[in-house]
């Protein structure tokens, strides 16, 4: 039960009983995110049970329900899309309010999870024999970059600069390499994680104190990025991004800023050099189902981002490591240890 990033306690809440055309799931694996540590956004809604990047086995089915059975090996989207409404049916599924309001109860780092119908009709995907409960804690970030990646319009050939090397900026770099990206470099404040992104893939790296255009342009052959990505969640980073970014090159706005931050910049540079500014969120059924894929098919390294395997009453410990963002990349909590 999280109450902030340093108070997050074992609580015994009673297993959720599912109404037909429901599951009731064991969660054997779910990852910390980045964004459960989030702390401006999540302390709103605490105490609650945080926890979307699961794996586990249907336990328990509900009446009516054909298509699953016990024992079924899962992947559960947290949030799901009503697929009829106008964002949905125009490709932008994660601006759907349906898919802002879904949630599967009570959380992640729980034992079991009652998965509601609507997530069950469209948020449930059986696991391929070849990937791991563990591999399946992947799905739901990777289905994040395969989205921002998609709508950026990656480029075979293209130079890349990740500026944040924690977990989604990892599995960007991965992602970038795996796609047939041209140089990529990659920045952050932490040693540890700028040798984790030249494990990962990338060509060079940088502290982030010490990015410039004329270091950018040295590791680039001369030119400034053909897409940077942003996974640091500060206004600095956004500033860094502009000054990093070709003519015509984008920057994916992947992390948000706490609200009422605000951008300045230079507009006339902006628009002038046709710089596209690029804000993602979430991941559709489609970029779930190519995760799947992916991770099946062995193509990103995600086994090795593991860093850290806790039990359920270690969950504050794993919150404690994630949100310090110093040694540890990938946190997973298996509840049933």
């Given at each position: 039960m999280y109450y902030n990033n340093r108070d997050v306690r074992l609580e015994e809440i009673p297993t959720p009983q599912i109404a037909p055309?429901?599951?009731?799931?064991?969660?054997?694996?779910?990852?910390?995110?980045?964004?459960?540590?989030?702390?401006w956004y999540r302390i709103k809604k605490a105490p609650r049970v945080l926890g979307h990047e699961i794996t586990g086995e249907i336990v328990e089915v509900g009446k009516g329900l054909k298509h699953y059975k016990l024992g079924d090996r899962v992947f559960v989207s947290h949030h799901v899309p009503c697929n009829s409404c106008h964002y949905c049916i125009n490709g932008f599924h994660t601006f759907c309010d349906t898919l802002r309001t879904t949630h599967f109860d009570p959380g992640g780092f729980a034992e079991y999870i009652r998965i509601p119908e609507i997530n069950v009709d469209r948020g449930v995907f059986i696991l391929p024999e070849e990937v791991s409960f563990e591999e399946g804690v992947f799905i739901e970030p990777l289905a994040c970059v395969l989205r921002g990646q998609r709508f950026a319009r990656f480029r075979l050939g293209q130079s890349v600069f990740v500026i944040g090397s924690g977990i989604s900026g990892l599995l960007h770099i991965a992602l970038a390499r795996a796609s047939g990206a041209g140089r990529i470099m990659a920045s952050d404040v932490n040693e540890y994680r700028l040798k984790a992104a030249k494990r990962f893939g990338a060509d060079e790296t940088v502290p982030s104190n010490e990015v410039s255009p004329p270091l950018i342009r040295e590791m680039n052959g001369g030119k400034l990025a053909d897409l940077v990505i942003v996974c640091a969640g500060i206004a600095s980073a956004y500033h860094?991004?502009?000054?990093?970014?070709?003519?015509?090159?984008?920057?994916?706005?992947?992390?948000?800023?706490?609200?009422?931050?605000?951008?300045?910049?230079?507009?006339?540079?902006?628009?002038?050099?046709?710089?596209?500014?690029?804000?993602?969120?979430?991941?559709?059924?489609?970029?779930?189902?190519?995760?799947?894929?992916?991770?099946r098919a062995h193509r990103l390294p995600i086994n090795e981002m593991v860093t850290h395997r806790l039990g359920l009453s270690e969950t504050g410990i794993g919150f404690k490591l994630v949100a310090e963002a110093k040694e540890s990349i990938k946190v997973i909590i298996e509840p049933h240890r």
């Open positions: 055309g429901e599951l009731l799931v064991k969660v054997l694996a779910s990852g910390i995110c980045g964004s459960d540590v989030m702390e860094q991004a502009l000054l990093s970014v070709d003519r015509g090159g984008t920057v994916l706005c992947f992390a948000p800023i706490q609200p009422g931050v605000n951008l300045s910049f230079p507009f006339f540079d902006f628009w002038n050099d046709g710089i596209t500014l690029l804000p993602t969120y979430g991941g559709s059924s489609l970029d779930i189902t190519t995760a799947i894929e992916l991770i």
